[in-house]
């Protein structure tokens, strides 16, 4: 027998179903990891500062679901650069799940989102650095700073797994 799908209250297809640190869905009834909540708006400094705190953790699949958030709700304007940043994000999502192909494509679109935003770069978003970071090997434990240069945690000295 099929379960009805997971709905919020405006009717809206959710999954409840846990998942793991990655975004995997897990068994129903398993202990996931604490989920980004869906939906909740936020100020793109707050969507930023957010996103970039679950990166800084190790946790790329819950940035891009901040991310997505703030593209949902993004002026028309804006719309392609938060959805190249959600890109970039869930690229390394992709890439610790060691899916290097879909990686190595979502990062490559999230960089064509965000580029065309360099000459005048919306809520201090750092897009030279961004596009920067997207033309290197990506490396899981290297994910890019929203804001500023560098990679937002020094690499580990024992991960040599890069992609591309």
């Known amino acids: 027998m099929v379960s ?5 209250v405006a009717g809206r297809a959710r999954n409840a179903r846990p998942r793991d640190a990655l975004g995997r869905p897990l068994p ?4 996931g990891e604490e989920r980004a909540p869906e939906g909740v708006p936020r100020t793109p400094d707050e969507a930023l500062t957010e996103a970039q705190r679950l990166l800084d953790a190790g946790r790329p ?4 679901e901040v991310l997505e958030d703030a593209w949902k709700a993004a002026p028309e304007e804006e719309r392609q650069l938060w959805r190249g940043l959600a890109q970039l994000a869930v690229g390394l999502t992709h890439a610790a799940r060691g899916n ?3 990686a190595a494509r979502l990062v490559e679109r999230g960089a064509g989102n965000v580029a ?12 030279a650095g961004l596009v920067e970071w997207a033309r290197r090997p990506l490396a899981v434990d290297r994910p890019f700073r ?5 990679p937002a945690r020094p690499p580990r000295a024992d991960s040599t797994r890069e992609v591309r």
């Open 4 to 8: 009805p799908r997971d709905r919020d």
């Open 28 to 31: 129903r009834g398993a202990v």
């Open 61 to 64: 699949f819950h940035a891009h």
């Open 100 to 102: 290097d192909r879909g």
């Open 116 to 127: 065309p935003y360099s000459a005048a770069p919306p809520h201090g978003v750092d897009v």
């Open 146 to 150: 929203l804001r500023g240069p560098g």
